[in-house]
């Protein structure tokens, strides 16, 4: 199975700040054929269902903010937010679904200072 | 407006089973296969398992292969997942998810299994 970990565990940050999340894949998470690698980040909110942030290593989902960029290639990813506000609080987790079974990180939890 | 709604809370014995249900609703329900994931008490996401609801084509975790079940209605737009010989450690919420990066995702199932 592909491991996927998070770093770091925990972040504090001041509010308009940029955060950034990083995701290492234990192997190679390749290009499928069509050119995709298959890397999702999702934000779990307390008490709610996860929800999706970005898709496919770099695509915003539906009515998710510019403030959320996703990048990163082979092993190493990233998940950007420019400016951190109060809504962001959170768990976030990578994923990976280019190979089964799919598998998450074990989670990035983001506070404010 | 695209929902997937799950069955309510269960209780369990060990060594008793479930089935989870996963109503879709506002989208063309073949055309995306469903995904179950599970989060146990404080832990993060764990996916179990997925079911083409164009064909029941299924793909299970190693951890469940062989004690959980997919199968889907598609006259009623309903996803199952069954798990068997339920354990304590089991216990957990259970969500039902739309494929091709979990864009929709159910409101949670809590199976809770104690004596």
């Known amino acids: 199975d592909i491991v996927m970990t998070q770093t770091p565990v925990s972040l504090a940050v001041t509010p308009g700040e940029p955060a950034s999340i990083s995701c290492r894949s234990s192997?190679?998470?390749?290009?499928?054929?069509?050119?995709?690698?298959?890397l999702d980040w999702y934000l779990q909110k307390p008490g709610q269902s996860p929800q999706l942030l970005i898709h496919?290593?770099?695509y915003r989902a539906s009515g998710v903010s510019d403030r959320f960029t996703g990048s990163g290639s082979g092993t190493d990813f990233t998940l950007k937010i420019s400016r951190v506000e109060p809504e962001d609080v959170g768990v976030y987790y990578c994923?990976?679904?280019?190979?089964?079974?799919?598998?998450f990180g074990q989670g990035t939890k983001v506070e404010i200072k | 407006q695209v929902l997937l709604v799950q069955s309510g809370a269960e209780v369990k014995k060990p060594g008793a089973s479930v089935k989870v249900s996963c109503k879709a609703s506002?989208?063309?329900?073949?055309?995306?296969?469903i995904v179950w994931v599970r989060q146990a008490p404080g832990q993060g996401p764990e996916w179990m398992a997925w079911?083409?609801?164009?064909?029941?084509?299924?793909k299970y975790a190693q951890n469940f292969q062989g004690r959980i079940t997919l199968t889907t209605d598609t006259s009623r737009n309903i996803a199952y997942m069954e798990v068997r010989s339920l354990r304590s450690d089991d216990t957990a919420v259970y969500y039902c998810?739309?494929?091709?990066?979990?864009?929709?995702w159910g409101q949670g199932t809590t199976v809770t299994v104690s004596s």
């Open positions: 998810a739309r494929e091709g990066g979990m864009d929709v």
């Open positions: 506002g989208y063309t329900f073949r055309s995306y296969g």
């Open positions: 496919t290593l770099s």
């Open positions: 079911i083409s609801t164009y064909n029941g084509n299924t």
């Open positions: 994923m990976q679904r280019s190979d089964f079974p799919w598998t």
């Open positions: 192997e190679r998470l390749f290009e499928s054929h069509d050119g995709n690698t298959y």
